[in-house]
């Protein structure tokens, strides 16, 4: 496999197993260990994949663009250019939003007031459920009921 004609190295290993790169803007030939070598290659694949995409889960020949931060807003892209699909804020289209409102309303609804408790402070509010146990004293809740339990 050729390495990519914009990436700065030529990499290969030799017969014998030495691994070696050159550099492609002076000409220089150097053999590197094995650990240059892997991130030399990883790079490499990064750089291919950004030119070429990454391939579409399902799909043995498309390839879709690789997700980017650089790409800051949809104003990058002219009316003909398809815009990624990753980009599109569905958010803003009430049709997509509703039904899953609803549904997540009628989700809750049927949760028991714990399990609401749980979702309310872990999900919707971001607290781990280590927090969570320590707040509610779950612990020694669990240690109280297997003390009784032993006595009983």
Known sequence: MK??????????????????????????????????????????????REMEGVP???????????LSLDILS??????NENCPSWLVDNASNPELI???????????ERLSSVQRDVYQKCICEGLSLREYARQRDINAAVEASREYRRNF
């Open 98 to 108: 509703v039904p899953l409102i609803i549904l997540k309303r009628e989700l809750v």
């Open 74 to 79: 949809l104003d990058n892209f002219s009316e």
């Open 3 to 48: 390495t990519p004609k914009d990436f700065d190295y030529d990499l290969w290993t030799t017969e014998d197993g030495k691994n070696m790169v050159r550099i492609k803007a002076t000409g220089e030939v150097t053999e590197v260990n094995s650990k240059v070598m892997r991130l030399l290659r990883a790079e490499e694949k990064r750089h291919r």
């Open 56 to 66: 579409i889960s399902g799909s043995k020949t498309e390839k879709t663009t690789l």
